[in-house]
């Protein structure tokens, strides 16, 4: 298996403009994750997903942002107007379920101007 | 004055020696505990787990301990390589909660 894959791994947008992530978890996992990593606020669980439903998304800091996950091996991290702060390295991760690593793709880096 | 980002601990080591990355955790209820390296411009990796049932837990060169009675848990990496630099994640959950991450120990070894 490749892994957690995301794109694009690097993303300039101007603020104001949508922006969206794209995360394909390892094939069999359950459980999907979304993370936001910046230097203010370390690594941020934002949403998570099991088989396909969200199950908590208190941590999206804005209704400018959405996430879904139409099926198992896809999830897409929607941020709708982006603005600077929105600034950072969001990562995806899947896991096989409860009790059990999650393992992280690379991240996409995004930058609002 | 107002803190403009985290600062992350940094630990620095001289090759060859050994390491000791500590964590400590809040919730008494955690039962799975694992520790990531996050190489610069990655995402972190798994290096290795522990469950609330062990306090000792050996992979290779790194060793995981948890003493539940303090909330403490540390990762000992033997005969620190150049390679192993990397900020270190301690992450817990309990039973179908997602994992929850510390703010990381940055590691530097010294050639």
């Known amino acids: 298996d490749a892994g957690v894959i995301q794109s694009p791994r690097h993303e300039v947008t101007e603020m104001g403009q949508e922006v969206t992530l794209r995360c394909k978890p390892i094939?069999?996992?359950?459980?999907l994750f979304w993370y936001r990593q910046t230097m203010m606020r370390g690594l941020e669980l934002l949403i998570y997903?099991?088989?396909?439903?969200?199950?908590?998304d208190s941590g999206m800091p804005e209704d400018r942002f959405s996430a879904k996950m139409p099926n198992a091996s896809f999830s897409t991290l929607k941020i709708q107007p982006s603005e600077p702060r929105d600034s950072a390295v969001y990562f995806c991760?899947?896991?096989?379920?409860?009790?059990?690593?999650?393992?992280f793709g690379q991240g996409t880096r995004l930058t609002v101007v | 004055g107002e803190s403009v980002g985290l600062h992350l601990p940094t630990l620095s080591v001289q090759e060859g020696d050994n390491s000791i990355i500590n964590c400590a955790y809040s919730n008494s209820a955690s039962d799975y505990f694992i520790w990531y390296k996050q190489e610069s411009g990655k995402g972190p990796q798994f290096i290795i787990d522990?469950?609330?049932?062990?306090d000792k837990r050996q992979g290779q060169r790194v060793t995981v301990l948890l003493n539940k009675t303090v909330k403490h848990l540390s990762l000992q990496i033997a005969a620190t390589q150049p390679g192993d630099s990397a900020v270190y994640f301690c992450a817990e959950n309990s039973g179908n909660t997602p994992l929850v991450f510390g703010k990381g120990t940055r590691l530097s070894v010294i050639a």
């Open positions: 094939s069999g996992h359950n459980s």
């Open positions: 991760a899947s896991s096989a379920g409860q009790g059990s690593e999650a393992f």
């Open positions: 997903f099991n088989n396909n439903v969200p199950i908590d």
């Open positions: 522990i469950r609330s049932n062990m």
